[in-house]
């Protein structure tokens, strides 16, 4: 077998294995799905191409109860780097110090928590600035 026909295989299955995978994946993520129709579609699916095409052309549209996740939803949070722990540190030293409400402390930390990113501007508040509450 020379490299021209392991490639012409490689291209050939990829799609046929990522087809595959995408039907076990749906049988397996859906909620209306269980026990002996889940079984059964899997085994149908085993027979990859047949199987697959047949599955994702017969399912039956998603029931109202399933959720489907949006890109993001339900991933646990990233966790927060060190520059966001020094900003959270230093917005808890200025909070303790009286410089920052509680209010305004509520404000930067979900700022810096949300975006992970940091906001422009200083942290000290303005001389005169109030807080409006």
């Known amino acids: 077998m020379d490299v021209w026909s392991v490639f012409g295989w490689v291209v050939a299955a990829t799609p046929i294995c990522l087809l595959w995978g995408l039907a076990l994946t749906d049988i397996h993520g859906r909620g209306d799905l269980r026990g002996v129709r889940a079984a059964a579609w899997a085994l149908v699916v085993l027979v990859p191409l047949v199987g697959a095409l047949v599955y994702l052309a017969r ?3 998603r029931s109202p109860g399933t959720q489907v996740l949006r890109w993001g939803e339900g ?3 990233r966790p927060v780097g060190p520059q966001q722990a020094q900003r959270l540190a230093l917005l808890v030293e200025l909070r303790d110090r009286g410089l ?3 209010g305004q ?4 930390q979900a700022t810096v928590l949300e975006q992970h990113v940091f906001p422009a501007g200083p942290l000290v508040p303005r001389v005169g600035a109030r807080e409006t509450a």
Do not use: D, G, V
């Open 75 to 77: 991933s646990p949070a």
């Open 100 to 102: 920052l409400s509680a």
């Open 105 to 108: 402390f509520e404000i930067e």
């Open 59 to 61: 399912r039956p549209p």
